[in-house]
Every structure is written in C-alpha cells, then in structure tokens.
C-alpha cells in the first residue's frame, strides 16, 4: 500500500486561510469516508483534528475542517494562528483492511 | 481521564526480539479498535498494525507481517506489540492509539507518548 500524497510544505501569514490536499485511489480515499487528519507539533504525539472526512472531534476548534472530492481529500485552517505551525498528516482506511498515511505537510505560519 | 501509556522500548541487536506494551486508563481497552503506529526518526507516520474490538479480528501492514503480533490482555486492559526479527528499518516511536470505534478504521482520538525501538548492533 502506497502512502498518500500530501504536498510537503505550506505556508501562509496569520488571519489566512490554507489547504492542504491528500490524493489516494479507489482503494483507500476514493472508496471510503474514513479519511482522517492528524496535527503533530514537534516532539508529541500526533492530535486527531478530523475523522469520517470532515467530522471534527470535541474540543478542535471549527477554524479546521475537511472535505473529499474522488480520490482527494482536503483539510483546510482558516484563521491561521501561529499556534497551528506543526506538521500535518492524513489518513484513510484501505480495501486491504489496512490503514495508510500521507507523507506528511509541513504548516509554516509566516 | 482516558490515557494510554507504552512501555518495553529499548535497544536490540538484528534479529531480536521485543514486546511493547500499551497499558490503558478511563477506558474499556476491548471495546475498541486499537492501533500500533510509527513514525522512525525524522520521517512520517507509518500505521503497523491493529486489532478490533469485539472478535478481535488483527491487521497487519505488509512491512510487519509475519513478524509482529498484535493482542491484548483484557484483564489488565493491556494492548501489547511482540516483534520478533527486528531489523534496523524497525528503529522508530511506536504508539499505541485509540480508534473511536470497535472497529478499527483509522480515526485515532487517543494516543500515547510513545516508547523508542533501536534496532542496532
């Protein structure tokens, strides 16, 4: 199972808004909504920020959302605040029962 | 308050062999789908393997199968990693994580610390 594509960097100044894309295939992202977002600051653990493609968990603030078109998913962070410089990560279950994860983004808060 | 806590890290020659655990609190470990994740030094995430709630039904990424184990021990709602012919592409954090489900299909909400595997001679 390949893992999904995620450009590696991103960047935008604070108040903005940025995207971040995730391509699969039919296998993983194309044929289900199980795609999930994870935020990673330096040294922590990965924090779950989306699951089910745009549900968000208790206690994320709604400046996060996603989205899926096909086999690309999408997270966006509007509002940026200096505290979302991390790295970002999504997800997708797989045909194989498996899990897979993307490369991983680099979010710079310029 | 819901925690996970991984132990049994450590350094180990090619070859060996190791046990993760990934003790669990605030929560009934067997109702859930729980995950073993990795992420070696400097690179992404990289899911190894998992196993179901209820039935406890075992995935296992390609890289680790035939390898790895996945079980747990209800009674001391205990999640727990064997790995067996450990090589250095192996050296990384492992974490144990939640799913929201019992079945486990990748939306993580709960994840330990994390425990260091080296693989080295």
């Known amino acids: 199972q390949s893992a999904l594509t995620q450009p590696a960097s991103v960047s935008g100044s604070p108040g903005q808004s940025i995207t971040i894309s995730c391509t699969g295939t039919?296998?993983?992202?194309?044929?289900?909504?199980?795609v999930s977002w994870y935020q990673q600051h330096p040294g922590k653990a990965p924090k779950l920020m989306i699951y089910d493609v745009s549900e968000r968990p208790s206690g994320v603030s709604n400046r996060f959302s996603g989205s899926k078109s096909a086999h690309t998913a999408s997270l966006t962070i509007s509002g940026l605040q200096a505290e979302d410089e991390a790295d970002y990560y999504c997800s997708s279950y797989t045909s194989s029962s498996t899990l897979v994860f993307g490369g991983g983004t680099k979010l710079t808060v310029l | 308050e819901v925690q996970l806590l991984e132990s049994g890290g450590g350094l180990v020659q090619p070859g060996g062999s190791l046990r993760l655990s990934c003790a669990a609190s605030g929560f009934t470990l067997s109702n859930y789908g729980m995950n073993w994740v990795r992420q070696a030094p400097g690179k992404g995430l990289e899911w190894v393997s998992a196993?179901?709630?209820?039935?406890?039904?075992?995935y296992y990424a390609d890289s680790v199968k035939g390898r790895f184990t996945i079980s747990r021990d209800n009674s001391k709602n205990t999640l727990y990693l064997q790995m067996k012919g450990l090589r250095a592409e192996d050296t990384a954090i492992y974490y144990c994580a939640k799913d929201t489900g019992s079945w486990p299909r990748g939306a993580l909400d709960v994840w330990g610390q994390g425990t260091t595997v080296t693989v080295s001679s």
């Open positions: 196993i179901s709630g209820r039935g406890a039904t075992t």
């Open positions: 039919s296998s993983d992202i194309g044929g289900y909504n199980y």
